[in-house]
């Protein structure tokens, strides 16, 4: 008896021997630069009893990796397509596996530290390459190995690289975005919204993808959140207004527009769209007073221009229609005769400014019939 367990004992003592063969193996191989022998030394190792939890086996398999996805050489590198995941992968496990804090707490140690930075760079890289390829599975995994990686960043470096657990959310949220998984893209925007996450794509992706679903109360729901962090994005202004708009509820837009003007009073686009709603619902006045100051805060903006070239041409046709509708004897003739002209010539300066622009030919058409109008033929030649 005592013979065969001396014979099972030797056995087993080989076995483990040949096993930690292996990491002096690694060590070899990595000197003589042979990775290819490094790498099946290192594959070995990882999965076998004895070592799979050594903190120093995983420390020289992350310098196999390494060295291969660093080589200048393609042959080198093609000895494994994912060397950079397997180095920072090992490196994280050398850093858990290190229950006598040799390579923790010693940054200088093998620097293993600063090797798993630069691995996790290197994998960050690799998943950018993976979702242009379309491999969305596999960048996920670079994207979860680099957020375990974090608690070993004591010193920020990952952080420094753009390398945190919000960003790390937000590129899974991108990756989503490239891959069309909408019920994905929705669950991480929720939660960068969740964080507090400080990128206006977010809101403005998801009010896209809401409208495009025809969600327009989810639309809504992202506009009213992404204003509370970006109160002056004209997209999402803009985007409100819109969905307002063909709801037809001028009332709530109205006071939605004042509200973002208080916010931002020198936004020329507010006003004109404040003032193209006044215009709609028959407010005169009030439409007059926001194209004014849409020129004011920006007096070659050409929307308001031609905008308001157009609000006074409206006047204009009114009072001439009324004149039309008058007997030949009556006294107000030449009262409305005087207020057509009146605003006929105010429109004109305005739809000059905007033709100076944008050399519209129903603009220049419209241009011509005022200024023969008014008895103006010189100017009107130069539209003919």
């Known amino acids: 008896m005592k013979k ?59 310098n196999v990796y390494k060295a291969i996805y660093s080589d200048t050489s393609k042959a080198i590198r093609d000895l494994d397509v994912e060397a950079e995941e397997k180095a920072l992968e090992s490196y994280i496990n050398c850093l858990k596996n290190d229950n006598s804090k040799v390579y923790i707490d010693n940054v200088n140690s ?22 242009s390829n379309k491999e969305y599975d596999k960048a996920l995994y670079c994207f979860d190995l680099l957020e375990q990686a974090l608690p070993f960043d004591s010193d920020q470096s990952l952080k420094r690289q753009n390398v945190t657990k919000e960003i790390l959310v937000f590129e899974k949220f991108e990756m989503y975005k490239s891959a069309g998984n909408k019920d994905k893209i929705k669950e991480f925007a929720n939660k960068l919204i969740d964080m507090n996450y400080k990128d206006v794509k977010i809101y403005t992706d998801m009010v896209k993808i809401s409208l495009n679903d025809k969600d327009t109360t989810a639309a809504l729901s992202y506009i009213e959140k992404g204003k509370v962090m970006f109160e002056e994005n ?9 969905i307002y708009m063909a709801r037809k509820k001028t009332d709530v837009l109205k006071d939605k527009l004042k509200a973002a003007i208080e916010v931002a009073p020198d936004n020329e686009i507010l006003h004109l769209v404040l003032a193209n709603l006044y ?31 157009a609000l006074y ?30 605003f006929f010539k105010k429109s004109v300066g305005y739809f000059e400014s905007s033709y100076e622009i944008t050399k519209d030919a129903n603009t220049k058409k419209i241009l011509r019939q005022i200024t023969l109008r008014l008895g103006d033929t010189e100017k009107a030649e130069k539209y003919k």
């Open 110 to 131: 093998d620097n293993v530290k600063s090797n798993m930075i630069a691995s996790a760079s290197a994998t960050k890289r690799k998943a950018r390459i993976y979702i």
């Open 234 to 242: 004209m997209n999402l202004i803009s985007t409100e207004i819109d």
């Open 279 to 309: 215009g709609k619902t028959g407010k005169f006045e009030d439409a007059e007073k926001e194209y004014l100051k849409s020129l004011e805060l920006k007096p070659d903006y050409e929307p308001a221009n031609y905008n308001l070239g």
């Open 313 to 342: 041409y409206g006047q204009a046709k009114d009072w001439n229609d009324k004149l039309n509708a008058l007997g030949l004897k009556d006294p107000k003739t030449k009262e409305y005769e005087s207020k057509s002209n009146e």
């Open 4 to 62: 065969i367990f001396t014979l099972v004992f030797i056995a087993l003592t080989a076995f483990v021997y040949a096993q930690s063969i292996n990491i002096q193996n690694m060590n070899n191989a990595l000197r003589n630069k042979d990775y290819a022998k490094g790498k099946v030394a290192a594959d070995e190792a990882a999965v076998h009893e004895s070592t799979k939890s050594s903190a120093k086996m995983f420390m020289y398999r992350g």
